[in-house]
């Protein structure tokens, strides 16, 4: 048995819809994938550090 036996065939306007937007959807992953991770703290640098504490 084919794997495509229980496809129905779509128009040409529909199958290109259909491939421009898997093709949108690959895009974004690739750029989503390329993009530097965005830093989970958002607090600003240097913020909330002890410089001068004691120790014990």
């Known amino acids: 048995m084919a794997a495509d036996a229980g496809k129905l065939s779509v128009c040409g306007t529909c199958h290109?819809?259909?491939?421009a937007r898997e093709e949108a959807v690959a895009e974004a992953a690739?750029?989503?994938?390329a993009a530097p991770p965005e830093p989970e703290n958002h607090q600003e640098p240097g913020r909330?550090?002890?410089?001068?504490?004691?120790?014990?």
Do not use: I, N, T
């Open 30 to 33: 690739r750029l989503q994938a």
């Open 48 to 56: 909330g550090r002890r410089w001068f504490c004691r120790r014990a």
């Open 16 to 19: 290109a819809d259909d491939v």
